[in-house]
């Protein structure tokens, strides 16, 4: 048994169940990816009661655990693989021990990888738990628990105390997909509003004491304005989330503005017992602000993420089927395999099936991003959400629910959408500590101002001279309190967090509109440094079906060579004889009929037609038969077999009358997507089983820079092995999923052409769901232009925390101005995200 991608252990005897029978778990384990990991991750597993074997496969992830659940449970298995520092995916069991349910919860304020990541930690704590997936463009959580595990209601809490709100649970079969993001704006709307409207006043009323006239009891009247602003329904929810993170041992985002507008609003309480400036101003407006922006910021993200939402809403939603010879109109849930589907000109196809009656075009734009209806026919696949044209079809269902193309393409876009690309990593472990760090730089600030304010304040003097919130003349109690607010408010994380998540969410779904459907933020980073490209030849540069290219006539009358080859390989079962027969139809030449039929084996095949007799074959059957006349053919011969033709040779009577030739076609994309890719600045190679003549023909016509010939398909891993060893892991192969999936797999990045059916390939890290070329051109654009916005994301949003939170701390940044920046951060790194739409349909390189 070959070994080299696994790796075994073998548990000792002394940890075996004691008289028990054992029970199989297995954990996808996605960070154990060599065989160091595996032994770490084994090593912490035999160190459990009761395990009896640990089988660990560092190609798929897997790790295959045989216990005792007398002494051990599957729970305890997932804790001891994160004990040696990795994170469990997913948990699934023989069928004998306790199994798997998911539970789906909706947090409508989990907006950035920095909030998912302390809901998981919230989460992770709980026992019971398996896999944990985030997904912040739909603001979903999906649990795995065991049937011991934690209920719903206690996952909800566990969110709650991380510090969000938890707006639906839902499990089992009802853990579908749900769409809140209009009900949670509309909410974030009238938070605004009512913090707002009160906030307004206090402005005016300020204003108006300050330059106009005393207002009696100002300091009650205002204090009472911002209550509800602060406090109540407006800042409410912020404060219970900043309580809940910091009571678990957490600090979000809210922890800042909870301690930017609290302090400000009860120092200003103390003006009812001695004379000081009021900050209860301030502390309403920030929290304005801050509701402002949390509304403009999901409201963006939104738009960032109206790709998978859009998605969500493309199939149909009833399906018209027979029932005991009658049409009856169900929910499209209600489907079974086999039912029999009618759909009318203009309607939705309900899901995947095969079309058993009638004819007609079908706009399959969703899938493969073309705009030009396909014909479909008795026998012809079709997929669920694609749009029929004209024609009135019966289509009888071949997969429902989760198997659909359309649910394949949501979950692999999702599964993007939810990744991380290698980049972020540094991001989140700045993140990580980002809040406590700010809070000691803000404490610092305070102290700073308090102990040594004179040494500070010849800053003010300068900045006064150019910023009209500077005030060198307040006290240095003043001054404190507006830097300490200053540094707290300026330096709220969302833009770190935003930075990479909002540009997944736009370039996966902007790569599904155009069936390019990539798998994970890693396949992003790597895509865009490929150097070399390999090719399949068969069905990726080529049909990958042989077509009737050329028909040679030594008298001129191509129709008569055509039909008399047509008649006889008609009664052929050959996959050449079929190419000749349905190129003649093509033509517009009917295949007359043949009599005595008879097939040389290897060599040919002759019967008769219209009374005359017709021989096919190669030059040494025709010349063994005694037919004449073949010199005059040998030119035309040596030219179609030079470009790897497959050329019979026609003759009637005994003389030599023509030549058909059948090849496996280039596509008629295949050669301006070479020429697109070596724009892009790529080798491209050519691998394929066919000898060096007909492949040196291939890549000659299309292009290529290197042809690897006769190559099996167990060899192509070890061609892309010698390639990374020249271009380093820089190497993507381009496949059909199938016969390719091992060098798919040995590739830095594995490219499936295919169709619909064929959207899942878990070899690959990119679909591309139709066959054209020219998607991969697509792919590798998308990847540089998405990875490209990461990047500037991630400057930018460091950038202006680095620069910002200085400024802040020495006094010159107002505390209302910065809590302004911090919203405009945020939305400008989203409206970054975005403009890759423009970039991409610019062809941007």
Partial sequence: MDMSNEHVTEAGTDTSAPGGQDQLAELTVPGMGSDHCAGIVSTSLRRLPGISEVHTNIANHRVQVGFDPALVTAAELRKAVERAGYEVAAVSDSGQSASVAEVRLVVPGMGSDHCAGLVKDSLARLSGVGGIRTNISNHQVVVERTADGPAPEALKAAVERAGYEVASVSTGAQAEESDVEEIFLTRAWRRFVIAAVPTTLIMVLMMVHMFVAAVPGYLAVIALLALPVVFLYGGWATHVSAWRSLTNRTANMDVLISMGSLPPYLIGLVGFFFPMTSFIEMAATIMTFHLLGRYLENKAKGRASQAIRKLLTLGAKTARVERDGEEVEVPVKALAIGDVMIVRPGEKIPTDGEVVEGQSHVDESIATGESIPVDKAPGDTVLGATINKEGRLKVRATRIGADTFLSQVIKLVE???????????????????????????????LLAWLVFPEPMRPILDWGATFLPWVNPEATSVILAILATIAVLVIACPCALGLATPTALMVGSGLGAERGVLIRSGEAIQTLKDIRMVVLDKTGTITRGEPELTEVVATDGDEQTVLRLAAAVENASEHPLARAVVDGAKARGVNPGQVQDFRSVTARGVEGTVDGRQVLIGNRRLLEESGIEGLDALDGD????????????????????????????????????????????????????????????????????????????????????????????????????????APALKQANVGIAIGAGADVAIEAADVTLVSGELTKVVEAIRLSRATFGKIVQNLFWAFFYNVVAIPIAAIGLLHPMIGVIAMTASSLSVIGNSMLLRRSILKGER
């Fill in 415 to 445: 599964q993007a959408q939810s990744s991380k690309v290698p980049i972020q990593e540094f991001a989140d472990r700045v993140t990580a500590r980002f809040v406590p760090v700010v809070i000691v730089i803000a404490f610092a600030s």
């Fill in 637 to 740: 011969l040596s030219r179609l077999e030079a470009r790897g033709r497959t050329a019979v040779l026609v003759a009637r009577d005994g003389h030599a009358v023509g030549i058909v030739a059948v090849a496996d076609a280039v596509k008629p994309d295949s050669k301006g997507a070479i020429e697109a890719m070596h724009a892009l600045g790529l080798k491209v190679a050519m691998v394929t089983g066919d000898n060096e003549r007909a492949a040196r023909a291939v890549a000659d016509e299309v292009g290529i820079d290197e042809v690897l010939a006769g190559v099996l398909p167990e060899g192509k891993v070890d061609e892309i092995r010698k390639l990374q060893a020249r271009f380093g892991p820089r190497v993507a192969m381009v496949g059909d999923g199938i016969n390719d």
